[in-house]
């Protein structure tokens, strides 16, 4: 490699870990005092970072959850895209898919509670969701856009899981983008719910559950 090359090769690093830091930085204040309360002096001061170091990766507090949460699907997209090229069956990639969800969820929690508890963030994710055209800013729409295609790519993935087991007599013939919509709800609803038990179940118990859940529903089987 050319020296002008690695210098710009370790530029890009440098420039990539140094945004890394104030997302960190970021989720950290946002999971303490909650995103309307979080100021952008409040980041560089977790990241120890100048202010004006801070609003050259972010213009805004706005652009900083929106990265946040478009990391946060690629990171999610990228361990379900390992789980499906691993060397096992279509029951053993999905048990591992659902636990792979679960697992994230949890080394997510506490930021994932602020985004739900926060009005503010719930009232940006359903225009993005429900009315893109109130959509003003070039930064919004990029990342919109962005957060759709990574989970597009996730539901992709897990529509694969299913395809595969289908093909291979593990799984009924069924319609495979309604299962994988019913999985999805199924494990975003839980991930939800279970921040209001007192005791929650370990990882183990809840991959089961849901796994058994998802794969023989509640139907009561005859006894041989």
Not at 84 to 96: H, N
Not at 148 to 160: A, T
Request: aromatic share 10%.
């Amino acid at each position: 490699m050319k020296k002008r090359d690695l210098r710009q090769e370790r530029e890009r690093q440098r420039r990539q870990e140094y945004k890394k830091s104030i997302l960190k930085a970021a989720e950290a204040v946002i999971a303490r005092k909650g995103y309307s309360a979080t100021t952008m002096d409040d980041v560089a001061g977790e990241a120890q970072f100048s202010k004006a170091t801070l609003y050259h990766y972010f213009k805004s507090k706005g652009e900083m959850i929106l990265e946040i949460i478009a990391d946060y699907f690629e990171e999610l997209k990228r361990k379900l895209a390992e789980i499906q090229e691993m060397e096992k069956s279509a029951k053993e990639k999905l048990r591992e898919a659902i636990r792979c969800v679960l697992k994230f969820h949890e080394e997510k929690e506490n930021i994932s509670r602020v985004f739900m508890m926060d009005e503010s963030i719930m009232k940006k994710m359903k225009i993005f969701i429900n009315d893109q055209k109130k959509l003003t800013s070039d930064v919004d729409r990029k990342y919109v856009t962005l957060i759709r295609n990574e989970r597009e790519e996730i539901f992709k993935v897990c529509c694969e899981i299913l395809s595969e087991g289908v093909a291979a007599k593990e799984f009924r013939k069924m319609s495979i983008t309604g299962a994988v919509t019913f999985l999805g709800a199924l494990l975003q609803g839980y991930c939800h719910g279970k921040f209001w038990l007192e005791r929650p179940n370990s990882l183990k118990e809840e991959t089961d559950l849901l796994y058994s859940f998802f794969l023989h529903g509640i139907e009561k089987r005859e006894e041989n």
